[in-house]
């Protein structure tokens, strides 16, 4: 059975849709969280794929937060061994960072059920390639980051430049929450309610915001996670047959 890692960094962030994917294809996944300070750094040698989830944390601030060095070697790891990523908003971030991209706070915080538009490269790319043009998915975050040298950029909103980008075939980051669903978000709303007043949004507008747009929004989520799954499975069949190969050598 194909084996993911999953980073995770704040309780209510959870897999979501993407666990949902995940079990379709009968891929296990094993939380880790090396923001809690008795986490044992996972053997990422072994995996088949990594997911980082997000979090209310800054990859420019590796002083106040010393994990996102581990979580970096990690990324590196996975980079190096050519399995498939996943990086969702902060893991996003994590992702662009350690391809050697500058991440920084962004001019105002972003949040809501945004329109999200694609760019030109997802009409070909293999999680987006018949999504359509424009669509609502949450959007939390109040970091950005640069697009990585070599990655394409594959989407926008109108206060972010990029939204989701790709990194050669398999390394894909994602800024916005095609993950989250209703229930994610009440979870989300009641453990960072005074981050969102402070940032001048009513809470009780992002959780009908996601009673209107979540339903819309699943297939979607489907689509692109049942296909990045697919990567990881196709990854693995691939090194299995590698692995046979040298061994009737």
């Not at 949902?20 to 296990?28: K, P, Q």
């Not at 996003?92 to 809501?112: D, F, K, M, T, Y």
């Not at 979870?187 to 009780?204: H, M, N, S, W």
Request: with cysteine.
């Amino acid at each position: 059975m194909a084996r993911v890692i999953v980073l995770r960094h704040y309780g209510c962030e959870t897999v979501g849709a993407i666990g949902d994917a995940l079990r379709r294809s009968a891929i296990h996944w094993d939380y880790v969280s090396l923001a809690e300070s008795a986490a044992v750094m996972p053997d990422a040698g072994t995996a088949d794929g990594l997911v980082v989830l997000g979090g209310p944390f800054s990859v420019y601030l590796p002083e106040r937060y010393p994990w996102v060095r581990s979580e970096m070697e990690i990324i590196r790891k996975a980079l190096s061994r050519g399995v498939p990523i996943l990086g969702i908003c902060l893991g996003s971030q994590l992702l662009a960072a350690a391809l050697g991209s500058r991440v920084r706070a962004a001019s105002q915080v972003e949040i809501g059920w945004l329109p999200v538009h694609l760019e030109l490269a997802a009409r070909d790319d293999r999680l987006f390639h018949d999504l359509p043009e424009s669509f609502i998915t949450c959007v939390w975050h109040g970091d950005v980051f640069d697009l990585p040298a070599g990655a394409v950029s594959l989407a926008r909103s109108r206060m972010t430049s990029c939204q989701a980008y790709r990194c050669g075939t398999q390394v894909y980051g994602l800024l916005f929450h095609l993950e989250m669903k209703q229930e994610m978000v009440a979870t989300c709303v009641r453990a960072f309610e005074p981050r969102l007043r402070l940032a001048g949004i009513d809470p009780a507008s992002c959780v009908t915001e996601a009673a209107r747009h979540a339903a819309a929004a699943a297939p979607l989520a489907e689509a692109v996670f049942d296909r990045w799954c697919e990567l990881v499975r196709s990854g693995r069949r691939e090194r299995m047959d590698q692995r046979r190969a040298r061994k009737t050598k």
